[in-house]
Nanobody, 122 residues
Framework: QVQLVESGGGLVQAGGSLRLSCGVS????????TAWFRQAPGKEREFVAA????????TYTDAVKGRFTISRDNQKNTVYLQMNSLKPEDTAIYYC???????????????WGQGTQVTVSS
């Protein structure tokens, strides 16, 4: 059974940084794509970043390019999301998801973590 556990969320001031972690069990992050999504109150879950399995190719939504970095530690079987220069509009619950190939539509994914709250104050 595949399980994903997010951690690292919290409250930070605008301009600050956080690093989210997605610990994966039941499959290897080096062989499967892992993505981060976020969902703000009253909004749909949106794609943030992804890293493909079998390589290091990454993709980001335009709103976070240059500020967020997705990376992977194969030995720890963990995927990270380093978030810098945070803005109040980054406030959301952040979820990680696992799939065979990179998916950017949340409806195409069915293996999710429980989420971690990120709050950015102005």
């Amino acid at each position: 059974q595949v399980q994903l556990v997010e951690s690292g969320g919290g409250l930070v001031q605008a301009g600050g940084s956080l690093r989210l972690s997605c610990g994966v069990s039941g499959r290897s992050v080096s062989s499967y794509a892992t993505a981060w999504f976020r969902q703000a109150p009253g909004k749909e879950r949106e794609f943030v970043a992804a890293i493909r399995g079998g390589g290091s190719t990454t993709t980001y939504t335009d709103a976070v390019k240059g500020r967020f970095t997705i990376s992977r530690d194969n030995q720890k079987n963990t995927v990270y999301l380093q978030m810098n220069s945070l803005k109040p509009e980054d406030t959301a619950i952040y979820y990680c998801a696992s799939s065979v190939i990179v998916r950017t539509n949340s409806r195409d994914l069915d293996i999710w973590g429980q989420g971690t709250q990120v709050t950015v104050s102005s």
